[in-house]
């Protein structure tokens, strides 16, 4: 079966489900916890895929991988997934839970990377810019990367600025490039 649609409705009805308790957010939160924890321990998503852990075993690795107040609700879910023997989707489904909720509540992803670290006024100041041009709820992550050499680049959701001198420089390339070839 398709792992986009299976996430897909697991996603959803959870979605549904934790709408119907009101604890949506709180879903959306753990989450992200467990994405969190499925990027900074890769052998965690290898642990799901193993046929020799037990139920029990995968549930408490589900668990643990959420933090110590995962509540009822995420319980019951991670249970009925496990019970389903699809637990290996449990990353996939966790995404699509977060991009559902993002959705419904009208929240973009903006993501900020520059080559050096950036003092917090100048990040206060993007993201107020940001945040008035959005319209909308705005989430924020920021990273440093030093490949692309001096300036910013801004994404979000699907759009990208990229105001980087690694960028600038590719372009004078193709520039020079380009007019070589016409001589």
Request: without cysteine; glycine residues 4%; hydrophobic residues 40%.
């Amino acid at each position: 079966m398709n792992e986009g649609l299976v996430s897909r409705r697991y996603a959803k009805s959870l979605l549904k489900y934790a709408q119907d308790r009101r604890t949506a957010e709180q879903m959306y939160k753990k989450m992200k916890v467990l994405e969190e924890s499925f990027v900074t321990h890769p052998d965690l998503e290898k642990s799901l895929h193993n046929p020799v852990l037990s139920v029990q075993d995968k549930e408490n690795l589900l668990l643990a991988a959420v933090g110590t107040a995962a509540g009822e609700d995420f319980l019951r879910f991670i249970r009925l997934v496990i019970k389903n023997r699809r637990e290996s989707f449990m990353r996939s489904i966790g995404l699509m839970y977060q991009k559902l909720y993002r959705e419904l509540n009208h929240i973009s992803l903006a993501q900020i990377t520059t080559a050096v670290p950036v003092g917090g006024e100048i990040l206060d100041k993007i993201k107020q810019l940001i945040s008035r041009q959005a319209g909308q709820t705005v989430e924020y992550t920021y990273r440093i990367d030093p490949s692309i050499i001096g300036g910013f680049v801004l994404k979000i959701d699907s759009m990208q600025l990229d105001a980087s001198v690694d960028k600038e420089l590719k372009l004078l390339r193709l520039k020079l490039l380009n007019s070589k070839q016409r001589l």
